[in-house]
């Protein structure tokens, strides 16, 4: 049934090129890089306990050592994985993955002694060698590593963590994708992406059957995705402790380099407005004409909202054009993407679901990967996903230490990218309730990256604390905290059925990267005030800028970062701002 997809929309033959980083598996150039990370390491060690006598240009030497080190790893790291991605079903290919796991864990337990002697050294003796010409570069990279000096173990220890880390939580995400790329859906064994792209559908019964077929295959594997869960949660629960984490957000904030008190705005802000979306399913429900909402009817398309397949070629023409109407350059550097098979889009057997943007390393480009099943929330999505690989490849100008931009500003060029397509697809409708049933469904898709993420942090937020308070939990447990979240933003506006009490478990962000979520409520926010910005100051003065942001990666601050466009993080009425946005589009269409 896929392969019929695939055909009709042009998509089977777009499929990424990883021989840009090795040719095969068996490809020599693998064991070479390797073997380079192994012998530089070993070298490296010859200078553990002296980091604190070195000259500044030694030092300097010894950091673009330790980076290459990274790179080539991260490059090797990177095809595994992508090989890995389109193939879960393939027992070679994930072998080969958790032997590049195991390879890397080795090297990396070599130079912990880096960061260990780095954060714990005299401060007047940083301010030395972060002062010099050559370590200038980078002086962001390397002061942040000092930000997490009260929470690194002992050399022991930290050694130990990084040897067991192939057989720990990696290897429970590993697992994790083999159960969801080996589920099929229904009589007619479907994949993942293919049952809940039938939860759009625009009949009513193929949504509640979609729900339903979703809700049997994971309850099939419910066992295995509880253990997986709890598993991960304790792991964490422990590292946190012996880290003296304070609570279970704090390693995701410190990794996107904010304050508490910013995250603790953004999701107060946030929660706060859930109104939004009571109000806004209310209103669906009545434009639909139902007597009551099932949460199979979240995605139901309006019936004035056009109903179309969109080939491939159509996607890409219509996400070029967006991208070019804003900036030229931003739509050349997604054109090479399409040309220079960087993109894997088919829908296959054994294929992961979702989609992703991989940067991969500076001296290559970034891959994307989709499931295109041909909607506009696809065409969304491929933009989105173009959003993120423009900003990569424009950031791998910094280096691979500060190319890696913080979540939350990752999030930011991929929700720009979409609110340039949405635009762009807007002014074509003309007829008035087309118009409506646009808006409506972008409505739903910023719900989805704001107040929905939001929801997901909350239960986060209930599961990471109740895992450490009363020990594992029940599969009955996690879901009756997933419904408690939920609840809590839908109100009485959509019926939430026992079948979708399990939804939880299907859902890769809380296992592979535990508090990302609020990032994408962070970046939707965050847009929503960089685009009236746009609009206020016109193409002229604010392009430079924004591509300026996306250039520099992660060689400052979020904080740092978003000075030019005057921007207080902290400030609970520049989050307001964002909600007051949604607001007036969902005034707008109440008003219809």
């Given at each position: 049934m896929s392969t019929e997809r695939n055909t009709q929309l042009h998509t089977s033959e777009v499929l990424w090129k990883l021989t840009d980083l090795y040719e095969s598996l068996d490809d020599q150039q693998i064991q070479d890089d390797l073997d380079f990370c192994h012998q530089e390491a070993d070298l490296l060690q010859e200078i553990q306990g002296k980091l604190a006598e070195l000259e500044p240009p030694v030092f300097a030497r010894t950091v673009r050592r330790l980076e290459r080190i990274q790179e080539n790893l991260s490059r090797i790291a990177t095809y595994a994985f992508l090989n890995f991605s389109t193939q879960v079903k393939n027992a070679e290919a994930g072998a080969f993955l958790q032997k590049i796991k195991e390879e890397s864990s080795k090297i990396n337990r070599k130079l912990v002694f880096f960061n260990?002697?780095?954060a714990k050294m005299d401060q007047a003796v940083t301010d030395c060698l972060l002062a010099h010409e050559e370590v200038a570069p980078f002086h962001h990279f390397l002061t942040n590593l000092r930000r997490y000096a009260n929470h690194l173990?002992?050399?022991?220890?930290?050694?130990?963590?990084?040897?067991?880390?192939?057989?720990?939580t990696e290897s429970w995400l590993t697992l994790f994708e083999k159960v969801l790329g080996h589920l099929q859906f229904g009589e007619d064994k479907r994949g993942e992406e293919e049952v809940l792209s039938d939860l759009y559908d625009s009949d009513r019964e193929v949504r509640r059957q979609a729900a339903q077929e979703l809700t049997e295959g994971l309850q099939s594997q419910l066992h295995i995705l509880t253990h997986i869960f709890n598993t991960i949660l304790a792991e964490k629960m422990i590292s946190d402790r012996l880290r003296k984490y304070p609570s279970w957000i704090r390693t995701r904030n410190l990794s996107n380099e904010l304050e508490d008190v910013t995250v603790d705005a953004l999701v107060t802000a946030s929660v706060g407005r859930y109104d939004l979306v009571q109000r806004y399913y209310h209103l669906k429900k009545d434009l639909l004409g139902l007597d009551e909402l099932?949460?199979?009817d979240r995605y139901a398309p309006l019936p004035s909202l056009p109903d179309q397949q969109i080939s491939w070629p159509e996607c890409r023409s219509m996400v070029l054009e967006g991208f070019r109407g804003f900036s030229p350059e931003m739509a050349d550097i997604a054109e090479l993407f399409f040309e220079k098979n960087w993109i894997h889009a088919p829908l296959l057997d054994g294929k992961r679901g979702g989609a992703f943007a991989h940067p991969a390393v500076p001296d290559a480009h970034p891959y994307v990967l989709v499931n295109y099943t041909g909607n506009l929330r696809d065409?969304?999505?491929?933009?989105?996903?173009?959003?993120?690989?423009?900003h990569q490849y424009l950031a791998r100008e910094q280096g691979y230490f500060n190319g890696d931009t913080t979540l939350v500003l990752a999030e930011t060029a991929s929700v720009f990218a979409e609110l340039l397509i949405f635009h762009r697809q807007l002014d074509i409708?003309?007829?008035?309730?087309?118009?409506?049933?646009?808006i409506c469904q972008k409505?739903?898709?910023?719900f989805a990256t704001v107040f929905r993420q939001i929801s997901m942090n909350r239960f986060e937020n209930l599961i990471h604390n109740s895992r450490r308070e009363q020990g594992e939990l029940s599969a009955d447990a996690l879901s009756d905290l997933w419904m408690q979240s939920q609840v809590a933003m839908f109100g009485d506006s959509v019926n939430l059925s026992e079948q979708y009490r399990t939804w939880w478990s299907y859902i890769p962000h809380f296992l592979h990267t535990p508090g990302y979520v609020y990032s994408y409520a962070f970046g939707e926010l965050l847009v929503l005030a960089l685009y009236r910005n746009y609009q206020a100051e016109g193409a002229a003065s604010f392009v430079p800028k924004y591509t300026h942001l996306l250039a520099q990666g992660g060689n400052q601050s979020p904080y740092e970062l978003l000075k030019p466009f005057n921007i207080d993080l902290n400030d609970p009425e520049f989050w307001q701002g964002g909600l007051a946005v949604i607001e007036e589009m969902l005034v707008s269409v109440e008003k219809e």
């Open positions: 260990l002697e780095w173990l002992s050399e022991v220890e930290e050694e130990l963590l990084v040897e067991f880390e192939p057989v720990g099932q949460d199979y065409v969304s999505t491929v933009a989105h996903e173009l959003g993120h690989g423009v409708l003309e007829a008035p309730e087309q118009r409506r049933a646009f409505l739903e898709s910023i």
